[in-house]
């Protein structure tokens, strides 16, 4: 389906505007606001691409779209459609119709000249109108000279929901539920906008090959999204390529001019640390509508990178807050290659004009890939992970290792059970080895021979790997170690170890020293003495507290109620196995 509009219209529709950001920050916190200004059509026309979706999807929970849909180009309602109405490389059909029937909707409630509907259709591609109608739509041509026709249509589509096209050459039948109904009313108000466009659209639902179709949308929507830096995945990801802050300091300036840009651009003012903050404030006049349009771009690619969904809206405001945490951390690494400039902020300043806010990204990012690195290391070298990266590893190590081997690593918060957030300064990066460090000290104290010893293969012998973490095997081992006769580094817990362990390991409700003693001479012979304390106050913590609260069947501890211990009846499967062997 495919014609050509009337040129000025199409200029119209298209043509660019600008708001002030000020108005752009009412409209973004207040959608509601538009109902009461008298220039809504210059704001809604200056809205960008994600500022235009955001307002959109607030006003859709409302129930107010009347109020932005009428005002918008062509070209917004593309980027709605684009951020809004695909899932990955696929068109979210459902969403798709309950646009373009709450755009049909907008246009017939605001009373619109007949032909506008159809205007704003064929300047937003009318492929993708035939395709978002085509699914579970089920179309009979009528003869009109047969009379019998519309009744063996009907008997044909009983099961449907029908209706009767205006001019009487078709009857559609759809579903009778919510994505039917927006169908038919997406397909009568073209009807009712222009009666023969209205029977093109039909025909070419008709006539349409959806996968055709689909593929030719797909690629002119990576088009519109890599101009929005939504790029692909293979150069996005290129973003996280780091950059030593030694050569960014020297790095010659760049040319930026094809970013343009003006103040009006800037939705919203860069946060971030105090020394974001401070160095975008020294920015001189001109530059923050420029680096307003780079950092907006730069979100994007942030988000293409991680390969997450463009347009939603949690995830760019997540993406938002990756990007000022990177860039804040490669200025305070820029700092590093100027000790005790006389001007800091007015240094971090030039060199944000010179090599622009996406190398000082790829500044910070170097220390990210070094943690991501140590990470990778870690999981590799030690038995610290089963169903996923770390889940041996205790809390807070197991969260930690998952989340800085991504590829955007990120800190724990350790409050809770899976949330991270972005590494926003050097001190994080501190933190975040810190935790790598210890991770890998826990598992060197439990595998290796001057530690505990444990054989990791006993990690394949319990009945539930997946709940099993190194602790409960190193607490276990600890046990073990002190047991009088004891002849092999590791094995599951009997009824009598545990006993034994509940009446001569505790006095007055603490560890007797001997375990404190043994724990810190076997990290000692490891090198590991500096994290004795954090892995003590861990490790030795939770087996006081295991060993407390063991329950008794007269002299014997119930093994159904340990928790937490490597104990017989941890591996009795294993055991039966090896039993029948």
């Not at 809206?313 to 000022?324: C, L, N, P």
């Amino acid at each position: 389906m495919t014609e050509t509009r009337d040129p000025a219209s199409q200029e119209a529709a298209n043509s660019p505007s600008t708001t002030d950001a000020d108005d752009l920050r009412v409209v973004l916190d207040d959608p509601l606001s538009l109902e009461s200004r008298d220039d809504v059509e210059r704001v809604v026309a200056g809205l960008p691409p994600a500022a235009f979706v955001r307002v959109a999807r607030r006003l859709r929970e409302e129930g107010r779209l009347e109020l932005l849909l009428p005002h918008a180009s062509a070209d917004q309602l593309v980027s709605l459609i684009d951020l809004d109405a695909w899932q990955g490389d696929r068109i979210d059909v459902a969403r798709a119709r309950r646009w373009l029937m709450a755009i049909g909707e907008s246009w017939a409630a605001a009373d619109k000249p007949r032909g506008a509907l159809v205007d704003v259709m064929y300047a937003m591609d009318p492929e993708f109108w035939t395709l978002a109608l085509f699914a579970e739509t089920r179309i009979i041509t009528l003869d009109l000279e047969d009379d019998a026709s519309r009744q063996d249509a009907l008997e044909v589509l009983a099961e449907f929901r029908v209706w009767e096209t205006p001019d009487g050459f078709f009857i559609i039948g759809v579903p009778d539920d919510e994505d039917g109904l927006a169908t038919l009313r997406v397909l009568a108000r073209v009807y009712e906008d222009d009666l023969a466009q209205g029977r093109k659209l039909v025909l070419s639902v008709l006539a349409a090959l959806p996968s055709e179709i689909e593929e030719t949308l797909l690629r002119f929507r990576s088009g519109r999204l890599a101009d929005l830096g939504f790029v692909e995945w293979r150069d996005a990801v290129a973003l996280f390529r780091p950059l030593d802050y030694r050569v960014a300091a020297e790095a010659a300036p760049r040319d930026f001019r094809w970013l343009g840009g003006d103040e009006g651009s800037q939705i919203a003012p860069f946060r971030g640390n105090e020394l974001l903050r401070r160095a975008t404030a020294r920015l001189p006049d001109g530059e923050h509508g420029v680096r307003a349009r780079e950092f907006l771009l730069l979100v994007n690619e942030v988000i293409a990178a991680q390969r997450l969904p463009p347009g939603d809206e949690v995830v760019g405001e997540r993406a938002v807050d990756q990007t000022h945490a990177t860039i804040a951390l490669g200025l305070e690494l820029l700092l590093q290659s100027r000790p005790g400039h006389p001007d800091p902020d007015g240094f971090l300043a030039d060199r944000i004009v010179a090599i622009g806010l996406r190398d000082v990204f790829r500044v910070g990012y170097g220390a990210l890939d070094k943690l991501r690195r140590a990470a990778i290391a870690l999981h590799r070298s030690m038995r610290v992970s089963t169903t996923h990266v770390g889940s041996l590893l205790d809390r807070p190590w197991g969260q930690a290792l998952s989340a800085l081997c991504r590829l955007y690593p990120e800190l724990p918060i350790e409050a809770t059970a899976s949330s991270t957030r972005p590494i926003r300064s050097l001190l994080d990066v501190a933190r975040a080895t810190e935790r790598i460090a210890e991770g890998g000290a826990l598992a060197a104290l439990t595998y290796l021979e001057r530690g505990y010893g444990v054989d990791p293969a006993w990690i394949d012998r319990v009945d539930e790997p997946e709940k099993l973490a190194i602790g409960d095997l190193l607490r276990s081992a600890i046990i073990h170690a002190l047991l009088p006769g004891s002849v092999s580094r590791f094995a599951p817990l009997t009824p009598g170890d545990l006993a034994w362990a509940h009446a001569n390991l505790l006095h007055a409700g603490a560890l007797v020293d001997e375990v404190a003693r043994d724990f810190s001479a076997r990290c000692d012979a490891l090198g590991l003495g500096r994290y004795t304390k954090v892995l003590s106050d861990n490790v030795l913590t939770r087996l006081r507290v295991e060993l407390l609260g063991l329950e008794f069947d007269g002299d014997t501890p119930d093994l159904v109620r340990v928790g937490g211990l490597v104990t017989i009846q941890s591996v009795s499967m294993w055991i039966t196995v090896e039993g029948k062997n």
